[in-house]
Nanobody, 127 residues
């Protein structure tokens, strides 16, 4: 199991930016597969936001996040970041980091892809 700790959430006004961090346990494979998900207020399911294949640097984004969100990694720190720009109130949600490559061979933006989850960090965007 990969241990994950998210940070960087907070309250911002519409149009603002935040950078979320996901610090993974110090294992050489802990960031091979990392995804960011979010669960908005009253929503039953978590939505895939962005993901990164830590081995190749390949990134994946949900369509509504392309151009606004950027996922990146710092291998020396075992940390994955989610830079979020042009935030709007619809981005208000609890944001979760997921890691650990499962046997699931489908979309990187599905929770089935990962074996471990963090506890989340709250992002609130006001209009």
């Amino acid at each position: 199991q990969v241990q994950l700790v998210e940070s960087g959430g907070g309250s911002v006004q519409a149009g603002g930016s935040l950078r979320l961090s996901c610090a993974a346990s110090p294992d050489r494979h802990s960031t091979d597969c990392v995804g960011w998900f979010r669960q908005g207020p009253g929503k039953a399911e978590r939505q895939g936001v962005a993901a990164i294949d830590g081995r190749t640097g390949t990134t994946y984004y949900a369509n509504s996040m392309k151009g606004r969100f950027t996922i990146s990694q710092d291998k020396s720190k075992n940390t994955v970041y989610l830079q979020m720009n042009s935030l709007n109130p619809e981005d208000t949600a609890m944001y979760y980091c997921a890691a650990g490559c499962s046997a699931y061979g489908g979309s990187w933006l599905r929770g089935l892809k990962y074996t471990s989850w963090g506890r989340g960090t709250q992002v609130t965007v006001s209009s």
